[in-house]
Structures are given as structure tokens and as C-alpha cells.
């Protein structure tokens, strides 16, 4: 019996006193060698628990965001303003920018600096996926009014330029998708609000100043862009679409002095067999991948 006990005893783990670490133990070669540990190791290790455990006794200072222009939402240290018009446009058509969420924190987001640039009364910009009437009775009325249109290059969407010539009714209002085509996608189809407007697309040959973001094709414009030219249409003012690129061409400008590089479209890489990542193995994403490099609209 006594020896049964003395096994469990030798058995049992030896317990270490309160802050105490492994590295203080010696390891298994020596204690199997029987050698003792040096004492210099021993304080240094224990130095170096000390050192550890006062890191999480600092406070945690929260990330400061710098300060904003009020206007036009840049930091103030780059802010943009003196490349906006003085006054807002006078323009008579309603603009909509419905907003995906992902867009709103983005730093090189081109909304503010659309909304700048137009009255506040013109121009509402509406964040998120999913619109009813129930949840914004504003939206449904607007979407249901015969002088509404939407810009989205879908199979049903006209030429604007041509469409005005032809409607009985003068567009009053012009509803935009601020997102990634693919959010833009999600955002028309999962929405039955925005089948009621007439679709209508730009069929321009203006290439995008905006080429510090990576466009899909050579054809894709940023939704400052398309706002700049579609009101420029429907006011039948070129004078508007040269005010509103006018920010956004100071601010890419900025960024390529700093550092930012000019990001080809996905098109021109694919074409010209730059694209630096692998093809993907999905079927639907590499056909995706075959029509941009055919110049096939998707």
C-alpha cells in the first residue's frame, strides 16, 4: 500500500506557486541529465514574464479619424474644396444614390464629393441593401412617378440621350447605384421598387478619369461620373459635367503624387495578359473572366 501511494505521489504534477511560468521549469533533457537550471536563465525569463505581463496594463488609446472638411468630407489636410464649385449647380433634375452600405466608409468614395456640388434639396443619397414601401414611403413614391428614370445597363435599359427625345414625359428624376457591379447587381434585382422606373444607360465613349480603383471593363464609369454625365443630358448643359469632374480629378491627381498607382481595368489586364492573379476555377467566375476578355458585355 505504501508503495502504490508513493507512485501517486510521483505521479502527481509538481504545483507551481502563483506567476510562475513554463519556462521557469526545466525541460525534459534536463531532467533527465539532472542538471540544475542556471540561475541567469532562471532571472531572465522571469524578467522577461514581468515585461510581457505589463503590456497588457496599458491603456488602449482608440484610433483617432482625422478631421473632416464639412464639405466635402475629405480630411482637412487634403481637403478638396477648391475644386468644387463655389455655389451649388442649379440644376432642376432629382438625383437619387442609393448606397451600399459598403461604400459609405470608403476613403476614395466619390459620392460626397457629387453631393458637394448640388443642392441638398437635389440630391438624396439612401443607404442600404433592401428598400420597401413599407420601410421608405419617400423611395416607393418616387420609383412609382411616370418622370423617374434608373441607370442600370441591364437587357431592357434605352440610350438616355436617345429615350429623352422621344418621352411623352420630360425625366424629372434619375435614381443611381452607388456599389460594385456586383453589389449594383444585387441591389436591382433584390428590390422590386427599381423595376418600376424606366431603365436607361450611357452610351458614351468617355473612358473613366477615376483610375486610382480598379474598373471591370474599359467602358465602366464611377458613379460621380455617370451622375456627371447623365445630368448633363438631361440639363442639356456640358458645363455640368466639366464642374463635376473637376474634384474628381484633383483628388486621383493627389493620390498618384503620393504614392497611389494608375489601376487598368480588368479588361485591359485580361487582355493583354498582365491579370497577376491565377484564373479562377469556377465555372460561372471564369466565364465571367472569357466575356471580358471578348469585350462581351455582362
Known amino acids: 500500500m505504501e508503495s502504490q501511494k508513493e507512485a501517486r505521489i510521483l505521479q502527481e504534477p509538481v504545483a507551481r506557486p502563483p506567476g510562475a511560468s513554463r519556462s521557469q521549469t526545466p525541460n525534459a533533457k534536463e531532467r533527465q541529465e539532472g542538471g540544475p537550471v542556471p540561475a541567469a536563465a532562471a532571472l531572465g525569463a522571469e524578467a522577461d514574464d514581468d515585461s510581457a505581463d505589463g503590456l497588457w496594463e496599458l491603456p488602449v488609446e482608440p484610433a483617432k ?89 441591364g437587357a431592357e435599359a434605352a440610350n438616355l440621350e436617345e429615350f429623352i427625345l422621344d418621352s411623352p414625359v420630360y425625366p424629372s428624376t434619375i435614381i443611381i447605384i452607388d456599389g460594385t457591379w456586383s453589389q449594383a447587381k444585387d441591389i436591382f434585382y433584390k428590390n422590386s421598387l427599381f423595376r418600376h422606373p424606366k ?25 460621380l461620373e455617370c451622375a456627371a454625365v447623365a445630368l448633363s443630358i438631361l440639363e442639356k448643359n456640358n458645363y455640368i459635367q466639366e464642374t463635376l469632374l473637376r474634384p474628381l480629378q484633383a483628388l486621383c491627381s493627389f493620390q498618384l503624387q503620393h504614392g497611389a498607382q494608375i489601376r487598368l481595368s480588368k479588361e485591359h489586364l485580361l487582355k493583354n495578359g498582365l491579370y497577376p492573379k491565377p484564373m479562377p476555377k469556377n465555372k460561372r467566375k471564369l466565364r465571367k473572366m472569357e466575356l471580358l476578355m471578348n469585350s462581351v458585355k455582362i
Open 199 to 223: 431603365q436607361v444607360q450611357l452610351k458614351t465613349s468617355i473612358s473613366s478619369q477615376y483610375v486610382i480603383r480598379m474598373q471591370p471593363t474599359n467602358r465602366c464609369l464611377s458613379t
Open 65 to 153: 479619424r482625422r478631421p473632416e472638411c464639412s464639405r466635402c468630407s475629405r480630411p482637412q489636410k487634403v481637403c478638396l474644396c477648391p475644386f468644387l464649385p463655389a455655389h451649388p449647380l442649379h440644376i432642376s433634375t432629382h438625383l437619387y444614390i442609393i448606397q451600399h452600405p459598403a461604400e459609405e466608409n470608403k476613403v476614395l468614395r466619390t459620392v460626397p464629393l457629387l453631393a458637394a456640388c448640388l443642392p441638398q434639396d437635389k440630391c438624396k443619397v439612401k443607404i442600404g441593401r433592401r428598400f420597401s414601401e413599407e420601410r421608405d414611403p419617400e423611395l416607393s413614391t418616387v420609383c412609382r412617378k411616370s418622370g423617374t428614370l434608373i441607370l442600370y445597363p
